[in-house]
C-alpha cells in the first residue's frame, strides 16, 4: 500500500538498503514478537506455560529496548511501516499482563507514535481512545 501512495516514508524505494532494513524489521516484528505473544492470548495455555513464554518475550523486548535507545524509530528518525506494526504488536502487552514500564526507550517510542496524528485518528476511529 504504501508503494501504491508514493509513501517512500513508510516504505523506502524498491532496491534500496533503507527498503530492506524496513522489511528487516518487520519480519523480526513478525517473527520474534508476534509470534511471541501468541500463546499469551490462548485460554488452553495453562499459567505455567504462559509464565516461562512471557520470560522468553521479555528477553526479546529488552533487547529492542536496547535497539531503541539511539533513535526515534526502528530504522533512525523515520517513521516507517515497521514502527506502525511494531506499535500494535506491543499495544498487545497490557492485555497479556507484560509490563513495559521498565523499558524506558520502548516506552517513548509508543508515546511518540501515539502522538502521531494518524495514529490518533485510526484510534480513535477503531474506538482505542477517546
Not at 533503507?18 to 523480526?28: D, S
Request: proline share 4%; hydrophobic share 50%.
Amino acid at each position: 500500500m504504501a508503494d501504491r501512495a508514493g509513501a517512500h516514508t513508510l516504505m523506502p524505494p524498491a532496491g534500496s538498503l533503507e527498503r530492506y532494513r524496513v522489511m528487516e524489521w518487520q519480519n523480526y516484528v513478525t517473527a520474534e514478537l508476534h509470534k511471541s505473544f501468541t500463546p499469551l492470548f490462548h485460554s488452553d495455555v495453562d499459567a505455567t506455560a504462559k509464565k516461562a513464554l512471557a520470560a522468553v518475550l521479555c528477553k526479546k523486548l529488552v533487547w529492542l529496548n536496547g535497539q531503541l535507545a539511539s533513535k526515534s524509530y526502528l530504522t533512525g528518525n523515520d517513521f516507517t511501516a515497521a514502527d506502525a506494526y511494531l506499535f500494535v504488536v506491543l499495544g498487545w502487552a497490557k492485555f497479556v499482563q507484560i509490563d513495559l514500564g521498565d523499558l524506558p526507550h520502548i516506552g517513548s517510542f509508543m508515546a511518540r507514535v501515539a502522538a502521531r496524528p494518524e495514529v490518533k485518528a485510526a484510534m480513535q476511529a477503531e474506538g482505542l481512545v477517546g
